[in-house]
Structure formats: C-alpha cells, structure tokens
C-alpha cells in the first residue's frame, strides 16, 4: 500500500498578519494627520485669541483711562 499524505484545509492565520499591520500603519498615520491638524487649529486660536485680548488691552488703554488689571 503506498502511503498518502493528506493536507488539511486548516484557514492560514499567518497570511491575514500583512493586512492587519497594513491597517494599523494606515490608522496610524491617519491619526497623527488628524493630530497635526488639530495642533495647527489650536495654535491658530490661541493666536487669535492673543490678537484679541491686545486689541482689548489698547481699547481699554485708550478710551477707558487706564491700564488693563491683566496687563
């Protein structure tokens, strides 16, 4: 009798591990894009904010009479 070998159809886990660091690397990236943009959002509010509370501290100065407790 000639021995055979059967193979088994068992799913192969190994050849889906591409595709799952392939996500993550993506998500990754997204997510530090995502990141970069809110940091540039914020820093643009803050600068705006800062230009605001100025023009508020020359308007107090200039037609209140006096200096800005803040200031």
Do not use: Y
Not at 6 to 23: F, M, Y
Request: include cysteine; charged fraction near 15%; aromatic fraction near 8%.
């Amino acid at each position: 009798m000639a021995s055979t070998s059967r193979k088994t159809l068992a799913p192969q886990t190994d050849s889906a591990l591409p595709l799952l660091s392939l996500g993550s690397t993506l998500a990754d990236g997204l997510f530090q894009i995502q990141r970069a943009q809110l940091n540039a959002l914020m820093s643009w509010q803050k600068s705006a904010a800062s230009i605001g509370q100025e023009l508020w501290d020359e308007w107090a100065c200039h037609f209140a009479g006096g200096v800005p407790i803040d200031g």
